[in-house]
């Protein structure tokens, strides 16, 4: 009733006007749309036959901050995303944004009646809205206290959170699950709180809906995680791919230069084992931070060593961490080919012949190399505790920088 409420007042202003209307939600998904005046562009049409607004759009409607208008003002056009400008009207009820009223006006030429037009209609539509929201608040409220209670395991009766899900229709049961995490690396740009949670919210929602039913997400602070299960259990190549599209869509909203993160947690046995898989996307996520070669994105799975470094704690993650010989071999290795050489030989079970070849160098040169990292740790390569030390070393070496 409450649609058919909204679609009537949005249908009854386009004409009005003579101009295509949207109602969106705070997200910018669409939630209705008047019929076409002759004046819709590619984004329109996209929107209404996809029913997907798509992240570069959100990003550039969110980057006008909208989100804090308390008064209409102007979109300007996207040629590269075939948008047009659009008169955006911030609907709020309660000092709360419900939802965003657009107006397609291309050469802005909408007259100040016109514009009070359209602020008369976003107040009964407002009213609208915001009894829809009282509702609906207790639905999310309810499934993102039934995801924080079985990823941190904060019930001692995981099974009432469990239940909560399936009757709430976002998470059927499956044989096993899966947790990934998404933040921002806030080393890349400064991002006000309010407008981070957006970010990560529209993210996350987006993705849960590439599987209604199988997943559920949530927003725990400075983090937007996906809860999911699984009839199969997923492999690492697909989990990776569905992270870079949660940072993609989380890059988007924000602007790329926002450097979103990701950390994926191991592939578990059931909804019970969820606190585990998160414990792992946590861990993942630090690894994402800290180390450069992962570009920002990593798998518990695929951590090996790192992972027993990156669960020290925080004020422990320091160079003094690094072993004494390890420093002075930085110091005296500005180019840091030593220390490639050294975490190839180390990598490779201490096999001279396999490093030479995986480095591309005639064997002489790499018995140079060893000896001189030798001489300059002042300890032996053929110990086995040697390596141990070094081998660990070098992880703790790659987290602190």
Same mark, same amino acid.
């Given at each position: 009733?409450?649609?058919?409420?909204?679609?009537?007042?949005?249908?009854?202003?386009?004409?009005?006007?003579?101009?295509?209307?949207?109602?969106?939600?705070?997200?910018?998904?669409?939630l209705v749309a008047s019929r076409h005046y002759g004046d819709a562009d590619e984004q329109r049409i996209r929107a209404v036959l996809q029913r997907d607004v798509g992240t570069a759009a959100i990003g550039h409607i969110?980057?006008?901050?909208?989100?804090?208008? +308390?008064?209409?003002?102007?979109?300007?056009?996207?040629?590269?995303?075939?948008?047009?400008?659009?008169l955006c009207h911030p609907i709020r009820r309660q000092g709360q944004l419900l939802g965003l009223l657009l107006v397609i006006d291309e050469d802005q030429s909408m007259t100040p009646e016109e514009i009070e037009e359209?602020?008369?209609?976003?107040?009964?539509?407002?009213?609208?809205?915001?009894?829809?929201?009282?509702?609906?608040?207790?639905?999310?409220?309810e499934q993102e206290t039934a995801v924080v209670e079985l990823l941190t395991g904060d019930t001692a009766r995981p099974e009432t959170a469990v239940r909560t899900l399936d009757r709430l229709g976002v998470l059927r049961h499956g044989?096993?699950? +899966?947790? +990934?995490?998404?933040?921002?690396?806030?080393?890349?740009v400064a991002v006000e709180t309010a407008v981070a949670e957006l970010a990560l919210r529209v993210a996350t929602v987006s993705a849960s809906r590439s599987r209604p039913g199988y997943t559920a997400s949530a927003v725990l602070g400075t983090r937007g995680v996906l809860l999911q299960t699984w009839e199969n259990g997923p492999t690492g190549e697909r989990l990776r791919e569905q992270a870079t599209e949660l940072r993609d869509a989380v890059g988007s909203v924000l602007g790329h230069s926002a450097g979103a993160i990701a950390g994926v947690g191991g592939v578990h046995a059931g909804l019970h084992e969820a606190h585990r898989a998160y414990d792992e996307a946590l861990v993942a996520l630090r690894a994402a931070l800290r180390v450069a070669r992962l570009d920002g994105l990593a798998l518990a799975d695929e951590l090996g060593a790192l992972d027993l470094v990156l669960r020290l704690p925080e004020t422990e993650l320091t160079p003094a961490r690094v072993p004494e010989p390890l420093r002075r071999l930085r110091c005296q290795d500005p180019h840091g080919q030593l220390l490639q050489t050294l975490r190839c030989f180390l990598d490779l079970a201490g096999s001279r012949p396999a490093t030479a070849e995986a480095l591309h160098i005639h064997r002489t040169t790499l018995y140079y190399r060893l000896d001189r990292?030798?001489?300059?740790?002042?300890?032996?390569?053929?110990?086995?505790?040697?390596?141990?030390l070094l081998h660990l070393g070098l992880q703790v070496l790659e987290v602190v920088g």
């Open positions: 009733m409450a649609k058919r409420q909204v679609q009537n007042l949005v249908d009854a202003l386009a004409e009005r006007l003579g101009r295509s209307v949207v109602l969106d939600d705070t997200e910018v998904n669409l969110l980057g006008q901050d909208v989100a804090h208008w +308390t008064s209409p003002g102007v979109v300007p056009a996207r040629e590269d995303l075939g948008m047009k400008s659009r359209v602020v008369r209609t976003g107040d009964d539509i407002g009213a609208i809205l915001y009894g829809e929201l009282l509702s609906q608040d207790e639905h999310r409220h044989a096993h699950v +899966t947790v +990934t995490a998404v933040t921002l690396d806030d080393r890349a990292i030798e001489q300059i740790t002042g300890l032996s390569l053929d110990d086995g505790s040697t390596r141990l």
